[in-house]
């Protein structure tokens, strides 16, 4: 019927392939529109089990689980951003070549257009080939990945 790991998509009802860290237990499709769908039902099964009934109304006991929780983790959302801010545009530094005049003259219009999608595409492909979506999972790999292109090349930091 289906080859192994793929299944029909619960939204779509298209048969996919599921990634093999979730496979026994991924019933979507990557398709926005059935990510969304499998978001929404996740939440109502976790809304639905009596001891999660009343975890977003505004009552005394939730005020004070938040506070507990603020205050044993102080500057949370400070730290946070300090962590991705710039991380992969220090990275991705166009070179320069020795040869700009010879590369001016050979170059169309339509590779000028893909020089500006340059970055957004190697931090998509990055992403894609490593199977990541988090910022700092993508940095992360970035980081091994240069350094193995300068140990390959003989340089180093």
Not at 85 to 97: C, F
Request: glycine share 6%; hydrophobic share 35%.
């Amino acid at each position: 019927m289906y080859t192994a790991g793929s299944r029909k998509c619960l939204e779509c009802k298209e048969v996919f392939c599921a990634d093999a860290r979730n496979r026994r237990h991924q019933r979507y499709c990557m398709k926005p529109r059935c990510r969304r769908a499998s978001k929404e039902a996740s939440q109502r099964r976790w809304m639905g089990k009596p001891e999660n009934a009343g975890y977003h109304r505004d009552n005394p006991k939730n005020r004070e689980r938040v506070k507990a929780w603020q205050k044993a983790h102080p500057g949370y959302w400070k730290r946070r951003k300090e962590k991705r801010s710039g991380v992969l545009q220090d990275l991705l530094i166009a070179e320069v070549t020795d040869h700009h005049e010879e590369a001016e003259q050979d170059v169309s219009p339509v590779l000028q257009d893909l020089s500006r999608v340059q970055v957004p595409l190697l931090m998509g492909l990055i992403a894609h080939l490593g199977g990541l979506s988090y910022a700092e999972d993508i940095a992360a790999m970035t980081n091994r990945l240069v350094a193995r292109g300068q140990a390959l090349m003989g340089e180093s930091l």
